[in-house]
C-alpha cells in the first residue's frame, strides 16, 4: 500500500508553468523520496494520448524540482509487464482519461494486486484519482453515458481509499449531459446511502498511511443534497 497518497482534480495550472502549489501540495510532494517514476495511462491503445499526457505531467513535475531517474509509460505496449514495471518503481501516477476505459486497463493487467506490496508515492489525476477508490462511481462524461440504462457507473477500483472523488467540479457542476442536469439529476439521485467528494482543481485527497485529509475546496454529496466541506487553504479530515 502506498505510504503517500495524491489523489487530485488536477495538479496543472497553465501550460509551460510549474504545479499548482496550492493546499501545499508541491511543498508536500517534494518530502518524498523518488526515483523511478510509472505513468499508468487511461488510453492503452491510444499511444499518441498517452505519450502526449505523460510528457505533460513530467515535464510540469520537473518544472516543480521532481523529477525521476527513471520515467516509463504502462500502455498497451508493456501491459504484459505491469508486476515487473510497479515492482521497478516508487512513485506511480495514475494518468487522467474516461475512467471506464482506465478502470478496464487496471483490471486487466491486474494493477490492484500488482500493487499489493507497493509503499511508494501514487499521484493519482482526475480519472487516475477516481479509479483509486474502492468502488469508482464513474459519473457519466461523454454524450450518451447519462442516457444509457446499461452504462455502468459503479466499478471496482484500486482500493487506495474508500473515499469516490469527483474533480473538476468548478467546470462540471452546471453541466448539461444528454438533456439532463449532471449533478441535479444524475449524481444527486445515485448518492442516496451513499457520500462523494466534489472537488475543485487544485484541490486534493492525500493520506500519508495513518489518515486521510482533503485539501482545499470541497463539497460533499449525500443523500440528495450537497454542502461545502472545506474552503481553499483549508484541510478537511475524514
Known amino acids: 500500500m502506498a505510504n503517500q497518497l495524491f489523489l487530485v482534480s488536477s495538479p496543472f495550472t497553465e501550460p509551460g508553468k510549474p504545479l499548482n502549489e496550492n ?3 508541491v511543498e508536500r510532494l517534494l518530502k518524498c523520496e523518488h526515483h523511478s517514476a510509472l505513468m499508468v495511462t487511461s488510453a492503452p491503445s491510444d499511444i499518441r494520448f498517452s505519450e502526449s499526457f505523460s510528457y505533460a ?19 498497451d505496449r508493456n501491459k504484459m509487464d505491469a ?22 486497463f487496471f483490471a486487466e493487467i491486474g494493477l490492484k494486486d500488482c500493487m499489493k506490496n507497493f509503499d511508494g508515492t501514487v499521484l493519482g489525476i482526475s480519472a487516475g484519482s477516481m ?5 469508482v ?16 457507473r459503479f466499478l471496482k477500483g484500486l482500493g487506495l481509499t474508500n473515499v469516490m472523488l469527483l474533480p473538476h467540479y468548478q467546470d462540471t457542476k452546471d453541466r448539461i449531459l444528454d438533456g439532463k442536469k449532471l449533478f441535479e439529476e444524475v449524481t444527486y439521485p445515485d448518492s442516496f446511502d451513499r457520500q462523494f467528494i466534489a472537488i475543485c482543481d487544485g484541490s486534493y485527497l492525500y493520506a500519508d498511511g495513518t489518515a486521510e485529509r482533503i485539501c482545499g475546496e470541497a463539497y460533499l454529496i449525500q443523500n440528495g443534497t450537497i454542502s461545502k466541506i472545506c474552503d481553499e487553504g483549508k484541510e478537511y479530515p475524514l
Not at 57 to 75: G, M, P, V
Not at 137 to 152: C, I, K, L, S, T
Open 23 to 25: 493546499n501545499k501540495f
Open 57 to 75: 505531467i513530467q515535464h510540469t513535475l520537473a518544472l516543480s524540482r521532481i523529477t525521476f531517474e527513471n520515467y516509463i509509460i504502462l500502455d
Open 131 to 135: 479509479n483509486a477508490a474502492s468502488i
Open 83 to 104: 508486476q515487473e514495471l510497479v515492482a521497478a518503481s516508487d512513485f506511480i501516477i495514475l494518468g487522467g482519461g474516461h475512467v471506464p476505459t482506465q478502470n478496464a
Open 137 to 152: 462511481y464513474a459519473q457519466p462524461e461523454e454524450e450518451g453515458e447519462a442516457a444509457d440504462p446499461n452504462y455502468r
